[in-house]
């Protein structure tokens, strides 16, 4: 079983950044991909990006260029390194795992609001 949890969220002015964290626990070693998802009020939860085991990454178009998202040299922290935020990246922001069974494993969420 894994367990998550998220930290970093918080307010900040548009143009800012911001660093989120997904802390993993349990039984890391089964991990196949974690990723980072957002939804907003009113909107469906969409893909922010995600990364492979092994440290292949892929981002949703609205975030291409300004979010990262990366790994510490253990692998059970990820990363998601936001850039130029925008009003509209404005949402609570949901880690995720996925393992070798195709279990996939939600974080608490963590708030995120881009004022003007």
């Known amino acids: 079983q894994v367990q998550l949890v998220e930290s970093g969220g918080g307010l900040v002015q548009a143009g800012g950044s911001l660093r989120l964290s997904c802390a993993a626990s349990g039984s890391i070693f089964s991990i196949n991909t974690m990723g980072w998802y957002r939804q907003a009020p009113g909107k469906q939860r969409e893909l922010v990006a995600a990364i492979t085991r092994g440290g292949v990454t892929n981002y949703g178009d609205s975030v291409k260029g300004r979010f990262t998202m990366f790994r510490d040299s253990i692998g059970n922290t990820v990363y998601l390194q936001m850039n130029s935020l925008k009003p509209e990246d404005t949402a609570v922001y949901y880690c995720?795992?996925?393992?070798?069974?195709?279990?996939?494993?939600w974080g608490q969420g963590t708030q995120v609001t881009v004022s003007q």
């Open positions: 995720n795992a996925l393992n070798q069974l195709g279990r996939l494993v």
